[in-house]
Each structure stands twice: as C-alpha cells, then as structure tokens.
C-alpha cells in the first residue's frame, strides 16, 4: 500500500521567513495530494491541495510542488505569521482513473510542528 | 450550517465494553471516513465509505467495525475496546462522485477522545 514520510517533524522559524515542509510517497498511482493544518486542540482543515497533472499551486503565502518522477511533494509558506503555527498534514490518495484497487483510501504523513517566533 | 458531528466527545471506558461512536454530516456527502491520530504517527484511516452500503479498509480496521445504511451516518464501533485503541478519533466526509470521491477536501468532525482503562 502507500506509504508516506513528512519531513521535518519538528519546523521552528522567525516571523516573515519561509518555512518548507517535505513528503515523500511510494505509490506511483496516487494521483491526489492535500495538506491539512490542524491547530491546537481543533480539527483539521484543508489548506491546499495539488492534483498530478499540475506541477504547482499557489494560494496567496501557501505553495505546494509536485515531482511526480522523483515522488515527492512540498508545502512552501512565505512570509510567515505567528497564526501560522500548527501542526501539517501532506496526504496522499488516488481515484480509480489510475486503475487498481484501493482507491479511496488516504494515507497521511506523520505531521510537521511549526511554530513561528514573533 | 454544514457540518460533521461526532458523539461523544469524550469518552472514558474499560476493556471489553462494547461502544459506538456516531458520525453523521448534513452535506449529503458521498464519501465519508474515520481515521485515527496517534502523537508522532499522523492520522491513520481505519475504515471509509465511497456511498451507502459500500465500505472499505484502511490502513489500521483490526479491532473496528463500521456500517454505512443511509447516507449521512457511518457509526463505528469497538466491540471489544483494548488499552492499545486510546486515540484521538475523527470523523470526515467529502464531497464526490463514483470513485473520485476520495479525491476531495475532506470535512472533519470535532474529534472523539477515547481512553480505554
């Protein structure tokens, strides 16, 4: 099945850097990748996600990057603010377009801290 | 207002108690799941549901079970709770036809917090 690995665990920054987090996957069929902020003590919520045939997306501060050769996907925050500080979530799934079984099933990485230092 | 409920919020048991844990979302959602989060391990889906009457393992379903009869609710349920199923439990549904579903922003309840003793 698929497998995913986030990295880093732990991200601390300065208010107004740039914090990048970093998944990996092993399952070339997956063809669907959100990221989910949850903050502390609530639910988590989508933030943004990318499909495999774009190789990027913005939404103001938040990019993500897909490397469908290499497997491996990236959530880019500019700018950082305080409220930014969470806990991320990157995911990966795939729909029954890339054949197969399994599909429906999302699997998660394992989350980044982010805490961003006034 | 759309949303995802999940009851109880906060649950306290012992080992070998039976219990559910109800999920129901007003959005007429095709698709909903439950996954499970661990400190250091992420969410982990248990068990999902493409539509009524379909349902699917996850990646951790040993010790669970689930029922999908009509559309806005899938239950789980623990038949017999051990210590190793203390979690933080969420519920989610999202919007999708067929199977693309699972390829939507998912909707996620409050959150269930189960301790077995």
């Known amino acids: ?118 | 207002e759309a949303q995802v409920t999940q009851n109880p919020r906060y649950l306290i048991t012992v080992t070998g108690k039976k219990l559910t844990v109800t999920c129901s979302q007003n959005m007429n959602h095709e698709y909903m799941s439950w996954y499970r989060q661990d400190p250091g391990l992420g969410l982990r889906q248990i068990y999902y549901s493409m539509n009524v009457e379909v349902t699917d393992k996850g990646d951790v379903p040993e010790g669970y079970k689930v029922s999908r009869k009509e559309k806005r609710n899938f239950p789980l349920i623990l038949e017999s709770p051990s210590p190793n199923q203390t979690s933080l439990y969420f519920c989610a549904s999202s919007l999708g036809r067929g199977r693309t579903s699972g390829n939507n922003e998912q909707f996620f309840g409050p959150g269930t917090r189960l301790t077995v003793l």
């Open chain 1, 1 to 118: 099945g698929e497998n995913v690995e986030q990295h880093p665990s732990t991200l601390s920054v300065q208010e107004g850097d740039s914090a990048v987090i970093k998944c990996t996957y092993s399952d070339s069929a997956s063809n669907y990748f959100p990221w989910y902020k949850q903050e502390l003590g609530k639910r988590p919520q989508l933030i943004i996600d990318i499909r495999s045939n774009v190789g990027e997306k913005k939404d103001q501060r938040i990019a993500v990057t897909l490397n469908k050769t290499a497997k491996h996907f990236s959530l880019h925050i500019t700018e950082t603010q305080p409220e930014d500080s969470a806990v991320y979530f990157c995911a990966a799934s795939r729909s029954s377009n890339a054949g197969g079984t399994s599909y429906g099933k999302l699997t998660f990485g394992q989350g980044t801290i982010l805490t961003v230092h006034p």
